[in-house]
């Protein structure tokens, strides 16, 4: 099993897309999902808690959430004050790469991302600027005048500036690193997080930390919202698209240093999980 993958539906010419001010029940919040694609979550009002990658964050007003591509996350709403969000999908294609002789890339605010970087409070002096930003952009993609792909562009490179200088002041420290509850959970994820094919089996871990095999799984799926399989398997699957993407290395070997027991299992998993071959998926990453 892997989880929900959303299916590129942006435009390759003009890679953006913009979901905006919705509120969402925790009966309609989609499960575990993936996509190829980076995505910025601005909260307005509500609560909520946030999965991403291996990291649980609580959800509440004025926060950023920065999520690179192919990142594992799911919102969790509160019951009683769901979530009200716009969230910003851009392709790394929309990225410009010059940086013009200084230290800073639009890019590099997605490849950078670690798990204290997930979460962006915006001061309440940044907020108003942030959700005017906001504002036009969806003016923008919803009148469609003449040239609004070229307002968008601005605009989120004008967005991205000021959350590349939002991070530049925010103060990243080491107890900052949210970390899952109870503790081995937290150890589990980081277990997997650093090399999932060689991760030791849901038994192993349950006698590591001491806890049922039953509670350990139980708890995994409650607590991350997929079971430790599915889990295990999409962040193998995760690492195999970066080999692809960024080594010439065969297929069957990529296969194996992913952890995966057949070239044929391997296929079939990564078909249902980016929606084409590995060849396939190669191809289409050099070609863009």
């Given amino acids: 099993m892997i989880p929900y993958v959303k299916r590129p539906a942006l435009d390759r010419t003009f890679p953006f897309d913009i979901v905006y001010k919705e509120t969402k029940p925790p009966q309609h919040e989609l499960p ?3 996509h190829d694609w980076h995505e910025l979550v601005y909260v307005y009002r509500g609560k909520g808690t946030f999965f991403i990658n291996r990291s649980f964050y609580d959800m509440e007003a004025g926060d950023l959430f920065i999520i690179p591509g192919n990142t594992i996350h799911r919102a ?25 002789g200084e230290p800073f890339s639009y890019a590099q605010l997605f490849r ?19 959700e005017n930003l906001l ?3 969806n003016a923008e993609s919803v009148q ?3 040239g609004y792909r070229h307002a968008v562009a601005v605009l989120l490179q004008l967005l991205l500036l000021r959350l590349g200088r939002q991070l530049q002041r925010f103060d990243r420290s080491a107890n900052e690193y949210p970390q899952a509850r109870p503790e081995w959970l937290a150890d589990a994820l980081v277990c997997i997080d650093n090399d999932p094919s060689a991760c030791p089996a849901l038994a192993e871990l349950a006698s590591r930390y ?29 690492r195999a698209k970066e080999l692809l993407a960024s080594t010439d ?40």
């Fill in 135 to 137: 504002d036009r952009l």
């Fill in 144 to 146: 469609q005048s003449l």
């Fill in 112 to 130: 950078r991302v670690g798990p204290a970087d997930y979460k962006l409070p915006v001061s309440p002096g940044e907020r108003l600027e942030f």
């Fill in 32 to 34: 575990d999902h993936i």
């Fill in 210 to 238: 001491s806890v049922s095999p039953e509670h350990f799984s139980r708890t995994f799926k409650q607590l991350v919202g997929m079971t430790f399989k599915t889990y295990v398997n999409t962040k193998k699957l995760i």
């Fill in 76 to 100: 969790f709403p509160d019951i009683d004050e769901p979530v009200t969000s716009t969230a910003v999908f851009m392709g790394a294609a929309l990225l410009p790469a010059e940086m013009y």
């Fill in 249 to 288: 290395s065969k297929v069957a070997a990529i296969a194996r240093e992913c952890g995966f027991e057949s070239l044929p299992h391997f296929h079939r998993m990564f078909k249902r999980f980016a929606g084409g071959s590995p060849a396939e998926y190669r191809q289409s990453v050099t070609r863009d």
